[in-house]
Protein backbone atom coordinates (compact mmCIF):
# COMPACT_ATOMS: atom_id res chain seq x y z
CA UNK A 1 0.00 0.00 0.00
CA UNK A 2 0.83 3.68 -0.85
CA UNK A 3 1.66 5.94 1.91
CA UNK A 4 2.99 9.50 1.58
CA UNK A 5 3.82 11.58 4.23
CA UNK A 6 4.95 15.56 4.19
CA UNK A 7 6.90 17.43 5.34
CA UNK A 8 8.51 20.80 5.73
CA UNK A 9 5.65 23.22 5.94
CA UNK A 10 4.99 26.57 7.85
CA UNK A 11 5.36 29.87 8.18
CA UNK A 12 7.53 31.91 5.95
CA UNK A 13 7.78 35.58 4.92
CA UNK A 14 7.14 36.70 1.07
CA UNK A 15 10.23 36.79 -0.83
CA UNK A 16 12.30 34.20 1.30
CA UNK A 17 12.33 29.92 0.35
CA UNK A 18 11.07 27.06 1.74
CA UNK A 19 11.56 23.39 1.27
CA UNK A 20 8.55 20.68 1.03
CA UNK A 21 9.29 16.89 1.31
CA UNK A 22 7.30 13.93 0.83
CA UNK A 23 8.15 10.60 1.59
CA UNK A 24 6.89 7.67 -0.24
CA UNK A 25 6.85 3.91 0.97
CA UNK A 26 5.10 1.08 -0.69
CA UNK A 27 5.73 2.21 -4.76
CA UNK A 28 5.88 -1.03 -6.55
CA UNK A 29 5.34 0.64 -10.08
CA UNK A 30 8.89 0.55 -11.84
CA UNK A 31 7.76 4.24 -13.39
CA UNK A 32 5.14 6.42 -11.82
CA UNK A 33 4.19 10.47 -11.76
CA UNK A 34 3.99 12.38 -8.31
CA UNK A 35 2.46 16.20 -7.82
CA UNK A 36 2.11 18.48 -5.32
CA UNK A 37 -1.15 20.04 -5.00
CA UNK A 38 -2.44 23.14 -2.33
CA UNK A 39 -5.98 23.79 -1.07
CA UNK A 40 -6.64 27.39 0.18
CA UNK A 41 -9.73 27.30 2.97
CA UNK A 42 -12.83 27.80 0.61
CA UNK A 43 -11.09 26.79 -2.25
CA UNK A 44 -10.66 23.73 -4.78
CA UNK A 45 -7.97 22.10 -4.93
CA UNK A 46 -5.20 22.77 -7.34
CA UNK A 47 -2.37 21.29 -9.36
CA UNK A 48 1.01 23.27 -8.86
CA UNK A 49 3.81 20.81 -9.78
CA UNK A 50 4.21 17.19 -11.36
CA UNK A 51 7.05 14.92 -12.46
CA UNK A 52 7.16 11.76 -14.41
CA UNK A 53 9.73 9.18 -12.64
CA UNK A 54 10.13 7.53 -16.42
CA UNK A 55 11.24 10.55 -18.50
CA UNK A 56 11.90 13.28 -15.65
CA UNK A 57 9.21 15.59 -17.25
CA UNK A 58 8.05 18.02 -15.19
CA UNK A 59 4.95 20.66 -15.35
CA UNK A 60 4.14 23.50 -13.34
CA UNK A 61 1.35 26.02 -12.76
CA UNK A 62 1.30 29.61 -14.11
CA UNK A 63 0.97 30.65 -11.12
CA UNK A 64 4.22 29.14 -9.98
CA UNK A 65 6.26 28.82 -12.77
CA UNK A 66 10.20 30.28 -11.99
CA UNK A 67 9.50 30.45 -8.19
CA UNK A 68 8.78 26.68 -7.34
CA UNK A 69 10.71 23.80 -8.42
CA UNK A 70 10.09 20.02 -7.66
CA UNK A 71 12.32 17.38 -7.83
CA UNK A 72 12.98 13.76 -6.96
CA UNK A 73 15.73 12.46 -4.72
CA UNK A 74 18.13 10.22 -5.52
CA UNK A 75 15.92 6.83 -4.88
CA UNK A 76 13.18 8.34 -6.08
CA UNK A 77 11.29 8.05 -3.08
CA UNK A 78 11.42 11.40 -1.58
CA UNK A 79 9.37 14.22 -3.57
CA UNK A 80 10.19 17.72 -3.07
CA UNK A 81 9.12 21.39 -3.84
CA UNK A 82 11.53 24.02 -3.38
CA UNK A 83 9.37 27.07 -2.86
CA UNK A 84 11.18 30.18 -3.63
CA UNK A 85 10.19 33.91 -3.33
CA UNK A 86 6.42 32.72 -1.85
CA UNK A 87 4.00 34.79 -2.07
CA UNK A 88 0.50 35.57 0.46
CA UNK A 89 -1.30 34.02 -2.18
CA UNK A 90 0.50 30.72 -2.26
CA UNK A 91 -0.68 30.06 1.28
CA UNK A 92 -2.67 26.72 1.47
CA UNK A 93 -2.44 23.79 2.64
CA UNK A 94 0.00 21.16 0.10
CA UNK A 95 -0.27 17.99 -0.49
CA UNK A 96 1.72 15.59 -2.63
CA UNK A 97 0.03 12.76 -4.36
CA UNK A 98 1.18 9.81 -6.68
CA UNK A 99 -0.12 8.07 -9.67
CA UNK A 100 0.71 5.07 -12.05
CA UNK A 101 -0.99 5.09 -15.16
CA UNK A 102 0.28 7.36 -17.08
CA UNK A 103 -1.54 9.06 -20.20
CA UNK A 104 1.59 10.87 -21.16
CA UNK A 105 0.16 14.38 -21.18
CA UNK A 106 1.39 16.93 -19.00
CA UNK A 107 -2.30 18.22 -18.25
CA UNK A 108 -2.31 14.82 -16.50
CA UNK A 109 0.46 16.36 -13.66
CA UNK A 110 -1.67 18.85 -12.24
CA UNK A 111 -5.53 17.11 -12.33
CA UNK A 112 -6.45 15.90 -8.97
CA UNK A 113 -8.62 12.92 -10.20
CA UNK A 114 -5.36 11.77 -12.27
CA UNK A 115 -3.75 10.49 -8.97
CA UNK A 116 -4.72 7.80 -6.88
CA UNK A 117 -2.79 7.94 -3.40
CA UNK A 118 -2.32 11.19 -0.94
CA UNK A 119 -0.48 12.23 1.45
CA UNK A 120 -2.22 14.50 4.61
CA UNK A 121 -0.85 17.61 3.87
CA UNK A 122 1.77 19.98 5.22
CA UNK A 123 0.51 23.92 5.87
CA UNK A 124 2.42 26.91 4.43
CA UNK A 125 1.51 30.17 4.94
CA UNK A 126 3.42 32.88 3.63
CA UNK A 127 2.90 36.62 5.22
CA UNK A 128 3.71 39.90 3.54
Known amino acids: QVQLQESGGGSVQAGGSLRLSCAASGVTASTYYMGWFRQAPGKVREGVAG????????YYADSVKGRFTISLGNAKNTLYLQMNSPEPEDTAMYYC?????????????????????WGQGTQVTVSS
Open 51 to 58: IYTGSGTT
Open 97 to 117: AAGIYWLGTNFQLLEPGQYKN
